[in-house]
Structures are given as C-alpha cells and as structure tokens.
C-alpha cells in the first residue's frame, strides 16, 4: 500500500465520449433567452393571478362589512338593542337608563319611550333593563340584545363585590349563549380627577378577566361621558352570535290576541315589532318562546312608528294604540307554498301489507302457527323472533333428534362477535311463555317509576317530597361508588328479570342492529338519510330566498305585525300577562324544523348546581330561541365505537351526551338546560352545553353488572356464589364471558347444587378477596315528555 498514488482528477475524463459531442447539448444564446423569457411570463402571470384573487377577496370581505354596517346603522335597520344588565344587587340601572333615553330622544320632559331615535348620532335604540334576580328574564333579553352593558359601581368596598354570585351565574350563562358586542359601566366614580381614575383603573383590574378581551370600559355618571360613548357605539361594528343570524326572528313591543269565533278554545295571537336578522316569510313556521310551533295567518308590514329622520316632535310609540299605524303591504300565505305543521309522523299499521288475507289463509296460517310452536327449531345463532318468523324451515322433522341432543343446552346464545337470548321456540322452559305477560311489567325500570313518582309531586306531602329526594341522593352516591352494580332478585328469576338484556363478546366490536326492536315511539318520529346532506340543502334554500327578495317575505328591518293563528287561549293570556316582565320572542323555522326526531347534545354540569341528575327527569331545554320539555337520558361518548353507554345520573367535572325527543333543529346551537324546584318554584339553570347531531340509530346501551363472590378457589376453577339464587339461571346465563376486578377472564362451566352457586374456570389464579362480575346490556331510549313547551306545563 505504501507506492499508491493520490488519485488527481483529469480534466478530459467527462461523460461525453468525444470532444465533437461536448456541445451537442449545449443551447444557443437566443434560444436560451426565449426559454429564460418564456418561464419568467409564466411566473409573473400566476403571481399576477394570484394577486388579483387577493384583491377579490378584499374587495368582497370589504363589501360584505359595509353592506352589514349599512344593513345595522343605516335608516332601515331595526333599532339597536341595549341591555344593562346590573352585575350587583346595589347598582341602579333605571337612572342609567333614564340617562341613556334622555340623551337620544326629543323629548323634554314626561315619560321616555323605552325605543326612541336621535336624529343627532342617527341612531335608533331600544334600551332594556335586566331585573336582578329573575334569570329566565334576563336570558330572554340576552338572546335579543346587540349590545350587553354590564353595569358595576365604584362605591363597593372590596373588589369581590363589584360583581356578586347572581352576576357571575348570570355571566356564565350569557357566555353558555354566545356573548354579543359587550361593554362595562362604571357608575358612581368620585368627581376629583385623580380619586376618579385611580377607582377606574381598581374596578377595571378586577372585572377585565371576567370579560372578553375587546371588552371595552365606560365612564357613565355624566351626560358628556354618555355623549363620547354614542358617538362610539354609533360607528362600532357590532359583532352577534353565528346561531342567531341564521333564522330570522322578532322581539315583540306590543302583544295582543284575538279570540276565534270558530273555535272557543282557540285564538289568533298578535306579534308587533320589529323583524330581525334575515327575511321572514309568511309560509314560513314560527316559533314562539315557550309557547310551541304555529303557522302564520297574516303579516301586516306597517309604517316605521320611530323613522330616524322624524319630522314630527312627537314619538309614535309613545301612542298606546299601535293599530292605527298605517299599514303599508299585507302579506297573506299561499295554500300550496306555506310549510305544514308537521310535529309527528302517523304510522299505518298496514303499511307493509300489500294484500289483505282471506279467512282461510289466516285459518291455515294460525294452525301453521301453532304446529311450528309444538315442536323445535334450529336456527342460526344470533337469530332474533323478527328474523326467525321468515326462515323456512324445511328440516324440522329431519333434525328432531339432534336437538333432542341440545336439551341441556337452554339459555343465553353467544355469538362469536356478539351475544344474544334466543327466540322463545328455541327454549326449553315451559313456564317462560305463560309469565310473558308479567315479564314485562316487571322488566319496568327502577328509575322510571321513581321519576313517575317525583313527576307527580304536587300529590305528595312535604315528607314524602324530602324521603324521595334523599332515595335520589343516596342513589347517585351508590352509582359514583359502585357503577351499573345490581343485586340478583331473590322473588324473580334472574332470566326473567334481565330478559332484556344479553351479553356482549367486545363493546367496541360487536354489532349491534340500530333498527331492532324498536319503540313505538320511534314510529312517531322522523330520521334522514343523511342529515348534514339536508341542512345544507335547507340553510342554501334560505339563503336563496333571502337573496331574492320574494314577495311573500316581510323584509328584515321592517316593523310588522304578525298574525299567529290556532293559539291556545290560556298560553295567549299567559304570554301577554309574561310580556310585562320579560320579552316574548318569535324566531321563523327552517324547513323540517317542527317535526320530532331524537336530539344528542353535549352537555355538562354546572358548579354552581349540587343537586343530582338523574336519567329520564323532566328538565326544560333552552335551545337557542326554541324552548322545550324533554326527558333525556345521558350517555358517554365513544369516539372508537359505535356503541355509547348509558349513565343513570348526569355527573359534574365532565361531558356526557344527553339524547331526547324534540323538535328537530338544525346545528349549531347553544343549550341551557333548566330543573324545576321541588317546590313548584322557579327554575334553575343545572347544565349547559350544544347541539351535537339528530340521529335517531346512536345506539346507547345501558349496562348492569352482576356480582358474584369466590367461595372456594382452586387454581384456575373457584365456585362462586350470590350471583344466581337457582340453577336455571346460571345455564340461562352461561354463554356469557364473566371477569373479575383484579383483571381475570373467564367463562362459566356449571351449576353447583341447588342455591345457585356456579363453577367458573379462569384464565389465571383467582384471590379469595376478589368480585367476579358479569356484564349485561340492553339498548336505551329516551322518555317521550308528557308536556311539550314549558307555557303548556306552566
């Protein structure tokens, strides 16, 4: 190695093979400038493409904010509305409101109209005063209100008292809702200029985390510190909720009713104000808060009773009788456009017949039927009563003798993937058709006659309202220390008290069919193909009629009067009596809107509310404008299964899923969820949350563990005992895989003698101190509410 030369790189060793076909590839200087030019147009062409397409998007995200501007400051918009809500007990908002009025009106002196227009910040505005206390009011001024002023006052001692525990309940449920444009009072600051700002900055300090960041702080003691504020608020972009502008709806200054003469019970109630939000059409569907879905009879689109240029002194809504405002274009539905008030969906019975029997057919079917009954069947595992009714079966006879082998193997079918009870022919228990009758009625739930129970408080004495409410807590302690755990019924069979329910070989794996036995309710109901497929083609049809302007639409910004026709009359005399303390609200239905389905949101527990959930109670569901009453049962949320369990109470510090029957409401919306006093007195908030998905085949599972203890272990095989009271049992639920809480798997051999004790064979050594269990689980549904809208309940 030592005469090696350093390897030295000559410069003729190239790729080409000669000198001649060097510069075969080279290229001439005039093609290369053509080429070099030609990609350098490429270049500059899609940068100038991809300029011009910015541009676009500026100029129409320009257009769409001034057009916005204009359509909520302009003269045809509707009046702005302000909220001033007190964040203490302490703070006066009727002299700020007072103030506010007599700023922007023309009026010198006598009362203010609470809708008044100034010509002078050409602005109009309807101010509201939120009650403190009553938290149903302020909820329904919340949902209307462009602009929310939190009003806090300086004089407070310490800084927790600039907003007190009613405020901050009240705060988190306007930010539950959507928070609209907001803005913060601050009242009563001293007059010397230091002390004043020194308080401001305090006050500022202390509420700035309980606002969003654009939050602005206001000075509001003097008529100049007012007068900066308009000129701010008139030229400031207000920002709404996304679920609010996407139905158009109506804040009434003015309701009334009509009785019907045709109908005694019924009456024709009238809405006066101003639409909002997006066109409203008079085929449309409405919904009034708290009330139900109605159709319209008429809407009367009138005369502006405040124009921003008024050229009158005086104010037309200061008149009492807004009947006389002139009316300028009446809008009357047409039979065949206007939207039918569908609510539930009328099945027939003889749908899917296609011809009726004659006598002999049924004769000759009744004694197939009873034929087939005598004597046994084989059927493929898995196989329901449904499917078995239209197999075939040919082979009876042929194979007597193999099932006259399989006598001792009666119970539970365990499928590979999943486990199930077979039909009634494949058992071999004669007292099991003749208790069918009481099997059912003992299959109620526990929880569903307790509900019945607390439903019907009003029949029942203080004591018995105090013992049922402790039975509830007692239970919802038992179910977060020991979940799904039931004890074994000494009076019933197990195989009938749990006849319901089958086992599963893998949650997460095995099939379960959406669409087997269902409820009669679910008859009642409507379900879609593909839901998101339908709101787009829904929200897109809205659109395309807010774009054309139609005829039959009362425009949004103009002051209408809306006709509702088939009210109730006692929900019409509660409404009118309702508007004098809170605002009744109207919001137009998008197509399918009215018709039940079953409604999944996610819903959490809120703090501030101790007191427990439990499945299938009556609670009042505050969906966007919508309210309703349901009866939810709550769920976790699988995101790797399809299969969801059932929870029997809803618990705090976490999410669950609460599914009910309502009217179908396209997403995204915001939900506050309301529980009765047990006194019949007012309604508290329990739970906030959102819309999640309309799905009537999410499949909710609700799961009972049977418990069982080892009475002497050998190894792999131990005997346990109290899980089954009789033998019967034990080879009903044999099928079923059984574990343990220290982690062991299992199966079940045997019976052991007479008590029930059963021979279980494990898949490693099993401790004496260990629980062997067994799962079981049935599907879940909802409870049908007796009483849809809380007026109707009231």
Not at 740 to 751: A, D, Q, S, Y
């Amino acid at each position: 190695m030592g005469g090696s030369r350093a390897q030295v790189n000559k410069p003729h060793k190239t790729r080409f093979s000669s000198k001649s076909s060097r510069n075969i590839h080279k290229i001439s200087e005039k093609d290369k400038n053509r080429i070099a030019k030609s990609s350098r147009n490429v270049t500059q062409g899609a940068r100038a493409a991809r300029l011009q397409r910015n541009k676009m998007l500026r100029e129409q995200k320009k257009a769409a904010i001034l057009k916005e501007k204009r359509a909520s400051s302009g003269s045809a918009s509707p009046p702005r509305v302000i909220l001033l809500f007190p964040l203490s007990a302490s703070v006066n908002v009727n002299s700020l409101a007072e103030d506010i009025l007599r700023l922007l009106s023309t009026e010198v002196s006598g009362a203010v109209p609470s809708t008044v227009a100034s010509s002078e910040y050409k602005l109009r505005a309807t101010v509201l005063q939120a009650p403190h206390g009553d938290l149903l009011s302020c909820m329904e001024m919340a949902k209307v209100a462009d602009l929310v002023a939190f009003v806090a006052s300086a004089t407070e001692e310490s800084a927790c008292d600039y907003i007190d525990s009613f405020g901050s309940h009240c705060l988190s449920v306007f930010r539950s809702l959507g928070l609209p444009s907001t803005v913060v009072f601050i009242r009563d600051l001293p007059t010397e200029l230091k002390r004043r700002n020194d308080a401001k900055k305090i006050v500022t300090s202390s509420l700035t985390s309980e606002f969003p960041q654009d939050c602005k702080f206001y000075p509001a003691d003097s008529k100049d510190d007012l007068h900066k504020f308009m000129w701010l608020f008139k030229e400031q972009r207000l920002t709404a909720p996304h679920w609010r502008n996407q139905r158009p709806y109506l804040m009434a200054q003015k309701v009334d009713m009509v009785p019907d003469d045709s109908s005694p019970e019924k009456c024709t109630l009238l809405l006066t104000g101003y639409t909002r939000g997006h066109s409203l059409s008079v085929n449309q569907l409405v919904h009034v808060s708290g009330a139900g879905d109605f159709q319209l009879s008429k809407i009367e689109i009138m005369k502006d009773p405040i124009p921003l240029n008024a050229r009158k002194d005086h104010n037309a809504m200061d008149s009492d009788d807004i009947q006389d405002v002139e009316v300028i274009r009446s809008l009357t539905p047409d039979p065949l456009s206007q939207e039918p008030l569908l609510v539930e969906n009328v099945p027939d019975p003889l749908a899917g017949e296609q011809t009726w029997p004659t006598e002999a057919e049924m004769a000759e079917a009744d004694r197939n039927h009873n034929q087939k009954r005598m004597r046994k069947r084989t059927l493929p595992r898995g196989t329901s009563e449904y499917q078995a009714a239209w197999i075939i079966d040919d082979t009876d006879e042929e194979d007597s003798g193999v099932e006259d082998d399989d006598e001792d193997d009666e119970g539970m079918v365990l499928d590979e993937g999943e486990s199930g009870f077979p039909s009634q022919e494949g058992t071999n228990n004669p007292d099991f058709e003749e208790d069918q009758a009481s099997l059912y009625l003992r299959d109620s739930d526990e929880e569903t006659e307790n509900d019945s129970m607390m439903m019907e408080g009003e029949n029942l004495t203080r004591e018995q309202i105090e013992d049922e409410i402790k039975k509830i807590k007692e239970a919802h302690a038992e179910d977060e220390e020991f979940p799904d755990e039931v004890d074994t019924p000494l009076d019933v069979p197990a195989r009938k008290r749990f006849a319901k329910y089958r086992g599963l070989k893998s949650f997460r794996t095995s099939s379960w069919d959406p669409k087997e036995s269902l409820p009669p309710e679910y008859a009642r109901i409507f379900a879609f193909d593909n839901f998101a497929r339908t709101q787009k083609h829904v929200i897109a049809k809205a659109e395309k009629m807010e774009q054309e302007g139609r005829d039959d639409c009362s425009p949004a910004g103009s002051y209408a009067r809306l006709y509702i026709k088939d009210v109730p009359l006692h929900v019409a005399s509660k409404l009118c009596a309702a508007f004098r303390t809170a605002p009744v609200i109207l919001c137009g239905l998008l197509q399918h809107e009215s018709k039940m389905s079953v409604l999944h949101f996610s819903i959490k527990k809120v703090d501030s509310y101790d007191a427990p959930i439990k499945a299938k109670e009556e609670l009042i569901f505050h969906v966007g404008f919508r309210q309703f009453v349901a009866r939810p049962i709550f769920s976790t949320d699988n995101i790797n299964s399809d299969k969801h369990k059932m929870e029997r109470f809803l618990h705090a510090g976490r999410f669950s899923i609460a599914s009910i029957y309502a009217p179908i409401s396209f997403l995204h919306l915001p939900l506050i969820v309301l529980k009765g006093a047990s006194g019949g007195g007012t309604p508290v908030v329990a739970a906030v949350g959102s819309l999640r998905s309309v799905d009537p085949d999410r499949i909710i599972l609700k799961k009972i563990i049977l418990t069982g203890y080892p009475q002497r272990v050998s190894k792999l095989k131990a005997t346990v005992r109290y899980m089954f009271h009789n033998p019967e049992d034990v080879r009903w639920f044999k099928p079923v895989e059984v574990w343990t809480k220290c982690g062991r798997r299992g199966r079940v051999k045997e019976p052991v003698g007479t008590h029930g004790a059963i021979k279980c064979i494990f898949n490693g050594g099993l401790q004496q101190h260990d629980t062997v269990c067994m799962s079981l689980y049935k599907r879940a549904y909802p409870k049908w509410p007796e009483h849809r809208f809380p007026v109707l309940n009231a």
